[in-house]
């Protein structure tokens, strides 16, 4: 199944949202961002995609990418697994209106 995307090819259809990141546990920079969607047919489904915070040495500023490293390979494959685990424990959270629970499990942050 391919995702749906917006005309600039980089950011999903404005009607998905952000349901939760699982951060690695090896490498806390590196996270899986877990959204839901839905497709032209009406069909709500998950996703995630991989995320890496960094610092500028040059600046000093923060911002996130989606280019990893060789160095990022192991915490990579720990929240890809673990992002997979997610949204097999959690169909539920595909379907418009759903809430997260308050209960913040080990590297997860739960959107409000």
């Given amino acids: 199944m391919?995702?749906?995307r917006s005309?600039?090819?980089?950011?999903p259809k404005k009607n998905s949202s952000f349901?939760?990141?699982i951060r690695s546990e090896i490498n806390p920079a590196v996270a899986a961002l877990i959204s839901r969607d839905e497709a032209s047919e009406g069909n709500a489904f998950l996703y995630?995609?991989?995320s890496r915070s960094f610092r500028s040495k040059s600046t000093g500023n923060t911002g996130y990418s989606k280019k990893?490293?060789?160095?990022?390979?192991?915490?990579?494959?720990e929240v890809v697994e673990?992002?997979?685990a997610w949204i097999d424990a959690h169909p539920e959270a595909a379907e418009p209106g759903w809430k997260a629970e308050a209960?913040?499990?080990p590297g997860?942050?739960?959107?409000?």
């Fill in 108 to 112: 997860m942050v739960v959107a409000s």
């Fill in 7 to 11: 005309k600039n090819n980089d950011k």
């Fill in 19 to 21: 349901v939760t990141a």
């Fill in 82 to 84: 673990r992002a997979a």
């Fill in 68 to 77: 990893l490293f060789a160095c990022n390979a192991d915490a990579a494959k």
């Fill in 2 to 4: 391919e995702i749906e």
């Fill in 103 to 105: 209960k913040v499990h």
């Fill in 48 to 50: 995630f995609e991989l």
